[in-house]
């Protein structure tokens, strides 16, 4: 956010403004928007609520007349980047909202930037818009704001995270999030597949599925059917598998049930690919997690996964470091891990988190060997990845454009790729035509650690 002046996700305001719709006196509001695709999706519901009512969005903050910052609020590194951000908005425009997962401790945002107009947690958009009106009274023009607006989208046309439930029900001692955002709360599947339904109806050709806890879709709800639409993952997906676009799969815990949900990939409904949060393989550190998962029974669950669906792209994130892991723990991590063979992992050392339980255990690791040993995980990992994409080399597939840049060159993602947190693949040559949102069919030619590099693939 160095630019001059200082935009608000320089990204994705494009979308956001509609210069050309806004009104002499229009009200006008920015939005900064930090952490996870989860909080993109309650900023995308806040603007759209916003405009419904007749204010304009501002991509920079000398055109705002307030800016709200949606926060993250999951590690110390999240909750000091927030509040830099809260800083950097009271400092260029003065007039600041504060909410998301970091407003669920107003005391600790107060303390740093007590000038801030108003703190509301995640999720509370009654709270965020009584804000807004308080500091901002919105102008209605009863010829204009009475026409139904359409959703603001924080994200490209061409795909769009499709949120399906609220909180969490597992108390993992690393982790805040039920403290924040609550037990976990399903919305109803018939509303989700009308939403998605509307997503495709304007262009988006991937919808990218996301909640705290994506497999436990349904049961605070008792998995209930509503208007031909039953409340149940497996369910879900076939139903959003139908409407043409591809879907992607977030946040999956490995229950027996994932199982049901191969059989799709397969079929073609939805893609193969599953983002499941194992952190750990040591059953003695999974235990001081109080992870809901059993790493004896993972390498089972991922072997069968592999013989349904030998296509199948799995993504994983892990925490090193966790207090009382030893050095033997973590070697069988890494053997877990050379067994494993995933396609795709993310790593973290673990760190502190106010409110967390796992800061009372005892034998806390020293920083350094934290250090060392994400170093030693992630060159594991990237050699597992240096020789899965070099494999490649020579297969055809089918990607989706992203983006073309001025040079020509086309960043592109495979059906193993999700935007922003995985490789991409890239064509240089013959690109005229291409667009973003495009699905064309390539022939890759080369690969690096966790990049492709294909041509267009001209059918014989």
């Known amino acids: 956010m160095s630019q001059n002046p200082?935009?608000?996700?320089?990204?994705?305001?494009?979308?956001?403004?509609?210069?050309?719709?806004?009104?002499?006196?229009?009200?006008?509001?920015?939005?900064?928007?930090?952490?996870?695709?989860?909080?993109?999706?309650?900023?995308?519901?806040?603007?759209?609520?916003?405009?419904?009512?007749?204010?304009?969005?501002?991509p920079d903050y000398t055109g705002a007349d307030a800016v709200i910052v949606n926060t993250c609020g999951f590690l110390d590194s999240a909750k000091a980047e927030s509040l830099d951000a809260i800083g950097e908005a009271l400092t260029e425009n003065g007039r600041v909202i504060v909410t998301g997962c970091l407003g669920a401790e107003p005391d600790y945002i107060t303390g740093a930037h007590p000038k801030v107009l108003a703190v509301t947690g995640p999720h509370q958009y009654e709270q965020v818009?009584?804000?807004?009106?308080?500091?901002?009274?919105?102008?209605?023009?009863?010829?204009?704001?009475?026409?139904?607006?359409?959703?603001?989208?924080?994200?490209?046309r061409h795909y769009s995270y499709l949120k399906i439930s609220?909180?969490?029900?597992?108390?993992?001692?690393?982790?805040?999030?039920?403290?924040?955002?609550?037990?976990?709360?399903?919305?109803?599947?018939?509303?989700?597949?009308?939403?998605?339904?509307?997503?495709?109806?304007?262009?988006?050709?991937?919808?990218?599925?996301?909640?705290?806890d994506t497999s436990a879709y349904g049961v605070d709800i008792k998995h209930a059917e509503d208007r031909g639409h039953r409340a149940h993952i497996t369910d879900l997906a076939r139903d959003l598998g139908s409407l043409g676009a591809w879907v992607r799969l977030h946040y999956v815990y490995p229950y027996p049930h994932v199982r049901d949900l191969i059989p799709l990939m397969a079929d073609g409904l939805i893609l193969p690919y599953l983002d499941i949060p194992f952190q750990h393989a040591h059953p003695d550190t999974l235990k001081r997690m109080a992870r809901p998962a059993h790493a004896e029974r993972?390498?089972?669950?991922?072997?069968?996964?592999?013989?349904?669906?030998?296509?199948?792209?799995?993504?994983?994130?892990?925490?090193?470091?966790?207090?009382g892991?030893?050095?033997?723990?973590?070697?069988?991590?890494?053997?877990?891990?050379?067994?494993?063979?995933?396609?795709?992992?993310?790593?973290?050392?673990?760190?502190?988190?106010a409110g967390a339980r796992a800061?009372?255990?005892?034998?806390?690791?020293?920083?350094?060997?934290?250090?060392?040993?994400?170093?030693?995980?992630?060159?594991?990992a990237q050699a597992i990845s240096e020789a899965k994409l070099a494999a490649k080399v020579g297969q055809v597939m089918q990607v989706i454009v992203d983006d073309i840049?001025?040079?020509?060159?086309?960043?592109?993602?495979?059906?193993?790729?999700?935007?922003?947190?995985?490789?991409?693949?890239?064509?240089?040559?013959?690109?005229?035509?291409?667009?973003?949102?495009?699905?064309?069919?390539?022939?890759?030619?080369?690969?690096?650690?966790?990049?492709?590099?294909?041509?267009?693939?001209?059918?014989?």
């Open 325 to 353: 892991e030893t050095e033997a723990e973590f070697q069988t991590l890494l053997d877990w891990l050379d067994e494993a063979q995933l396609d795709r992992v993310g790593c973290f050392q673990y760190e502190n988190v």
């Open 129 to 156: 818009l009584d804000a807004v009106h308080k500091a901002v009274p919105p102008k209605p023009d009863p010829f204009v704001d009475l026409l139904p607006a359409s959703s603001v989208s924080l994200t490209p």
């Open 359 to 380: 800061n009372a255990l005892p034998d806390h690791v020293p920083a350094e060997v934290k250090a060392d040993r994400l170093d030693r995980f992630m060159q594991k």
């Open 405 to 460: 840049d001025e040079d020509g060159i086309a960043t592109c993602r495979t059906k193993a790729d999700a935007p922003e947190i995985d490789g991409n693949l890239f064509i240089d040559e013959n690109t005229d035509g291409l667009a973003a949102g495009d699905i064309v069919t390539v022939e890759v030619d080369e690969a690096g650690e966790y990049d492709l590099w294909g041509k267009l693939h001209a059918p014989r």
């Open 6 to 58: 200082p935009q608000l996700r320089p990204d994705i305001a494009p979308r956001a403004l509609m210069r050309d719709s806004t009104r002499p006196g229009q009200p006008t509001i920015g939005m900064v928007s930090l952490g996870c695709p989860k909080a993109l999706v309650d900023s995308e519901r806040i603007l759209t609520r916003l405009r419904a009512e007749g204010y304009a969005i501002s």
């Open 298 to 323: 993972t390498l089972d669950h991922i072997a069968a996964w592999r013989d349904i669906c030998p296509d199948i792209t799995l993504r994983s994130t892990f925490i090193v470091g966790y207090p």
């Open 166 to 212: 609220e909180g969490c029900n597992h108390k993992c001692k690393f982790c805040i999030i039920p403290d924040m955002r609550g037990k976990l709360v399903s919305r109803p599947a018939h509303a989700i597949i009308r939403e998605a339904e509307k997503l495709v109806e304007a262009g988006v050709r991937e919808l990218l599925v996301i909640s705290q």
